[in-house]
């Protein structure tokens, strides 16, 4: 197991997070599971912190949905039940015909493999195990014109408020610490 050194001791991570005081915590090695997740009383994981955000600013549902979707596709790579592209690509060339196991990979090997990125890319064929649930593709949202993102700006101001950041606080400490995938209210 890969670990990283990250700042996991933060008891006052919202008040960091809405411009409090800064700490000098030390790092200390972490999994990227424990970093998505949370490690502990004391870290609650990106994961909770960013749904807990997308709870204080009022997300809307339909981007709450796609964020969701991402979401879930960090968590899963982050726990190891889906394949990152290398471990998918790995596989590939293992289990191709083609392969010969001598650490080349010929241009039959090279092509369909290029021939599965794309279909995977354009939604044409199904890889669960590297993609999860956003499987099948599904369009982009439509952008923002300039009008809606000037008005979504000043309905929400140029940062949290204090009251955001009392519900951010207030949502955080909600965490069990046995599980980490605490649904939006």
């Known amino acids: 197991m890969q670990v990283f050194l990250f700042f996991g001791h933060r008891a006052d991570l919202h008040l960091e997070l809405c411009g409090g005081?800064?700490?000098?915590?030390?790092?200390?090695?972490?999994?990227i599971n424990e970093i998505m997740h949370g490690k502990g009383e004391y870290f609650p994981g990106l994961i909770p912190i960013l749904r807990a955000y997308l709870y204080v600013i009022d997300c809307d549902d339909e981007t709450l949905k796609i964020v969701s979707e991402?979401?879930?596709?960090?968590?899963?790579?982050?726990r190891g039940e889906l394949l990152t592209p290398a471990q998918w690509m790995r596989s590939f060339v293992l289990?191709?015909?083609?392969?010969?196991?001598d650490s080349r990979i010929n241009k039959?090997?090279?092509?369909?493999?290029?021939?599965d990125f794309i279909e995977i890319s354009e939604g044409n064929k199904s890889a669960p195990e590297l993609l999860g649930s956003l499987?099948?593709?599904r369009s982009p949202p439509e952008p923002m014109s300039p009008e809606a993102k000037h008005q979504d700006h000043q309905l929400r101001g140029s940062g949290p408020s204090s009251r955001d950041c009392e519900k951010l606080a207030e949502f955080l400490k909600s965490f069990p610490s046995s599980s980490r995938d605490h649904p939006l209210p």
Do not use: C, W
Request: proline residues 8%.
């Open 108 to 115: 039959e090997v090279f092509y369909d493999l290029m021939k």
């Open 135 to 137: 499987y099948p593709r």
């Open 21 to 31: 005081p800064q700490t000098n915590d030390d790092v200390e090695l972490m999994s």
């Open 70 to 78: 991402y979401i879930a596709l960090i968590s899963g790579r982050a």
């Open 95 to 101: 289990s191709h015909p083609s392969y010969k196991h």
